[in-house]
């Protein structure tokens, strides 16, 4: 069954009802992670349940709605909410956006999400760029009959997450002020935290973050031949032998706070990929 491909064409004909750009860049924004929609030179918002096949954001931190039009002048689309595989979604619907996304037209896809961080270097608020993941999903989104017209059978994955965007975001960081280290992000399914003798596991892996989300996106965009940037930001210290337990408040104050950093981060990331021609 080719539906996929077919149920993205009939997305993107409904998004060019209201917005006829071609976006550069997607940009999928994580919980508590929303902010940075309000800098885009809005041309279109369109709600998820108005797209067809989009399927529609429950979690309450998430607004569920695409946000088109133009980031310092470059031609943008912002998922303000996403799809997790806790709230029931196949690992295709948490990733059809990206489908739709690489249909409009864009060449880059930027991701952020709240994670907890393993390393423990790392603390509260902090803006990581992720350099590549694990993938501890029960699934994969491309599991199933390969449709060419999307990507590949068997998808590289040597560098899912592109190196030179990676570059480009620490040097920008830098300039703006912080550190942007780098790391190893592990997917988990949720929607529990994890215990301490799974962060002790976890860090073993050779995690330094871990959170529900992203790693189905990239491994579509991979899949898709999309270049990759995605950053966490730390919400939660995962120290298996000194470790507090989280409130959804906290992580959403402190994601707020790292938020802040990404917001204006990701924007000058844009402004240096739209003059790279
Ligand atoms: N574990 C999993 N997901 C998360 C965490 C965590 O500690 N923090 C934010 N998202």
Redesign the pocket.
Known sequence: MHAIFEQTEAAVRTIRESWKSTPRVGLILG?GLGGLAEQIEQEAVIPYEAIPHFPVSTVQSHAGRLVCGKLRGVPIVAMEGRFHFYENYSLQQVTFPVRVMKALGIETLIVT??????NPHFELADVVVIEDHINLLPDNPLRGINDDRLGPRFPDMSHPYTPSLIELARSVAIQQGFACPKGVFVA?S?PN??TRAE?RMLKLMGADL????TVPEVIVAAHAGLKVLAFSV???L?LPDALEP?ELAK?LEVAARGGAKLSKLIPEVVTKLGSAG
């Open positions: 919980t999400n709240a994670a907890g961080g393993i988990v949720g935290l994890e962060y871990v959170g529900m989300s730390v919400t939660d995962c989280v992580i």
